[in-house]
């Protein structure tokens, strides 16, 4: 059964600092792109950052471009999502994704809590 974990949230005054780790068990990890997702209350979900399965490509939406990194450890199966100079915009809880080769291999974590406070 594929699990995915996600730590690091928490309430952190703006212009602050977060990592988000989720850590993957149950699948191949190596063999999955990663997603980050956030979801504000009273918004759509949406894609924050991706990584490619080898972690030498990553992209990012252009509100996070240039204050969010997203890594990865495929020995450790775990995803990274290093959050600096964070915005009360910012507050969501995040989720991360993992997305294989077929339209029903994709799997998610329970989301972890992050707040922004101005």
């Known amino acids: 059964q594929v699990h995915l974990v996600e730590s690091g949230g928490g309430l952190v005054q703006s212009g602050g600092s977060l990592r988000l780790s989720c850590a993957a068990s149950?699948?191949?990890?190596?063999?999955?792109?990663m997603n980050w997702h956030r979801q504000a209350p009273g918004k759509k979900r949406e894609l924050v950052a991706a990584?490619?399965?080898?972690?030498?490509?990553?992209i990012y939406a252009d509100s996070v471009k240039g204050r969010f990194t997203m890594s990865r450890d495929n020995a450790e199966n775990t995803v990274y999502l290093q959050m600096n100079n964070l915005k009360p915009e910012d507050t969501a809880v995040y989720f991360c994704?993992?997305?294989?080769?077929?339209?029903?291999?994709?799997?998610w974590g329970q989301g972890t809590q992050v707040t922004v406070s101005s």
């Open positions: 994704q993992a997305v294989g080769g077929g339209q029903q291999d994709n799997y």
């Open positions: 990584i490619t399965r080898a972690g030498d490509t990553s």
């Open positions: 149950g699948l191949t990890f190596s063999r999955y792109a």
